[in-house]
T-cell receptor
């Protein structure tokens, strides 16, 4: 089973709201990722957690705050977003975040709209 | 700077035809090359992947051809079907955290 689940599927929020995106995997993977994907563009890496520790933060604005409560869960907390943050937010996981053949498996994404 | 260049941007193929998508890279540190298929509103799904010590890999109707000296690789979809209509991303990886995507190819297979 190579399933990564994400909730909610769709989210509409105002610029003053606080919301969270959730991601879960039960494959025993120890690396988890957040990506942002705009229409007709490839995914852009935002954050990487390796063994529950933040290892990469790709200069993402502080209005995005990741959290990894345990090895199976990954959250992305959203606050004071801008309309240009509207996008598909993808979660991915991989076995260990080590070897280069460590395939990343993606979830279905959360479609975020900021009004 | 685009680490992986992909072409064409869009591709229209008749049902039963061959779809070919090409990618090129410069960084010789890349040592794993996955292809992802993405349907509208869904996340990318791993389709097929290859390591540079192999020149070709085939899985069903999907084949990756890899030319290490030219730093190029391509995806061939044989007997293309309307259900193959999706966006395809080639990618290159050096270390699992460093996954670089191509710009994507929107494939349309017409009946």
């Amino acid at each position: 089973d190579t399933e990564v689940t994400q909730t909610p599927k769709h989210l509409v929020m105002g610029m003053t709201n606080k919301k969270s995106l959730k991601c879960e995997q039960h494959m025993g993977h120890r690396a988890m990722y957040w990506y942002k994907q705009k229409a007709k563009k490839p995914p852009e890496l935002m954050f990487v957690y390796s063994y529950e520790k933040l290892s990469i933060n790709e200069s993402v604005p502080s209005r995005f705050s990741p959290e990894c409560p345990n090895s199976s869960l990954l959250n992305l907390h959203l606050h004071a977003l801008q309309p240009e943050d509207s996008a598909l937010y993808l979660c991915a996981s991989s076995h260990s975040g080590g070897p280069s053949t460590d395939t990343q498996y993606f979830g279905p994404g959360t479609r975020l709209t900021v009004l | 700077q685009q680490q992986v260049k992909q072409s064409p941007q869009s591709l229209i193929v008749q049902k039963g035809g061959i779809s070919i998508i090409n990618c090129a890279y410069e960084n010789t540190a890349f040592d794993y090359f996955p292809w992802y298929q993405q349907f509208p509103g869904k996340g990318p799904a791993l389709l097929i992947a290859i390591r540079p010590d192999v020149s070709e890999k085939k899985e069903g109707r999907f084949t990756i051809s890899f030319n290490k000296s030219a730093k190029q690789f391509s995806l061939h979809i044989m007997d293309s079907q309307p259900g193959d209509s999706a966006t395809y991303f080639c990618a290159a990886q050096t270390g699992a955290n460093n996954l670089f995507f191509g710009t994507g190819t929107r494939l349309t297979v017409i009946p």
